[in-house]
């Protein structure tokens, strides 16, 4: 298996650090698949009780100078667990940088080997490369099938959501009254946030969400739904704004889960977070 990628556009590495230092506020580690054509980066804790999914894709070429992959199997993609938080890292210093050129190495074990060309302090024309490892594990061909793309559930209701920085401020606000959060929606573009204790009740209504294109098979018979979870990791998923999203969408499966999209031109991040039973 081979992997070499280079990027020479500043801002194209400032991009796809803000877009791996989002992903890292949802997980310590997490599955980085390489294809030709799209990076992803996948968590999929469903298979335990209460786990939540993560589905972030990138189209490679939006942010990739160079990019080639041999990968194992006919598809031609490498599997492998990274920490996001450290690869996220391995981009921060890189003000001022001519290249970064990421590869798939073998040093005293496998690493992608982040290599940053910076200018030599004292404008002496020369330039310094500054290489970072971060190790990785590789994911066998057999455990593929654990890091599929999720399945759409059969929601009830969905809509866009308001600004995130706007939901943000208000769950910052409430996240200290209790550890969940009702989220309730309806076709007619209302979302209701509702905490509810032995001391206090609260709610923050939005009106006027804009609704989805959606398929002529959706079934909209039910005029609302709701869905209680956990409050923090909703507010984890709002903190990812950084990514630069210009849609975000939600889907609620009443009583069972909450799917939240994140949509930029070149990404997509898609998160799935199941309900919380309060009785």
């Not at 054509?37 to 999914?53: A, E, H, M, P, S």
């Not at 999720?150 to 209790?178: A, C, Q, T, W």
């Not at 031109?265 to 009785?279: E, G, H, K």
Request: contains cysteine; proline residues 4%.
């Amino acid at each position: 298996m081979r992997f070499k990628a280079k990027l020479f556009d500043v801002q194209s590495i400032t991009q796809l650090q803000s877009v791996i230092s989002a992903v890292s506020r949802f997980c310590k580690t997490c599955c980085l698949k390489l294809t030709e054509d799209k990076i992803y980066f996948i968590l999929n804790d469903r298979l335990v009780c209460g786990g939540t999914t993560i589905w972030c894709e990138v189209t490679q070429s939006s942010y990739f100078d160079e990019f080639r992959i041999e990968g194992k199997d006919d598809t031609g993609a490498i599997l492998m667990s990274v920490s996001p938080d450290m690869l996220a890292k391995s981009l921060c210093n890189t003000v001022g940088a001519s290249s970064v050129k990421v590869k798939l190495a073998k040093k005293q074990s496998a690493c992608l080997s982040v290599e940053i060309a910076l200018p030599s302090p004292g404008g002496s024309g020369m330039q310094r490369l500054v290489t970072h490892d971060v190790p990785v594990h590789l994911i066998p061909l057999s455990h593929w099938q654990e890091y599929e793309e999720p399945g759409m559930p059969e929601f009830d209701i969905s809509f866009y959501l308001p600004p995130l920085r706007k939901l943000r401020n208000v769950l910052e606000r409430i996240k200290n009254l209790s550890n969940h959060v009702t989220v309730q929606g309806s076709w007619s573009g209302e979302m209701t946030l509702s905490v509810k204790t032995e001391l206090v009740t609260t709610k923050t209504y939005f009106t006027d969400l804009d609704i989805p294109q959606l398929d002529s098979q959706v079934d909209t018979s039910r005029a609302s739904a709701e869905v209680t979870v956990d409050i923090k990791k909703l507010l984890t998923f709002v903190q990812s704004q950084g990514i630069g999203a210009s849609k975000s969408i939600c889907n609620i499966v009443h009583n069972r889960a909450l799917q939240l999209f994140l949509l930029q031109d070149d990404v997509q991040l898609q998160y799935y977070l199941p309900s919380i039973d309060t009785s």
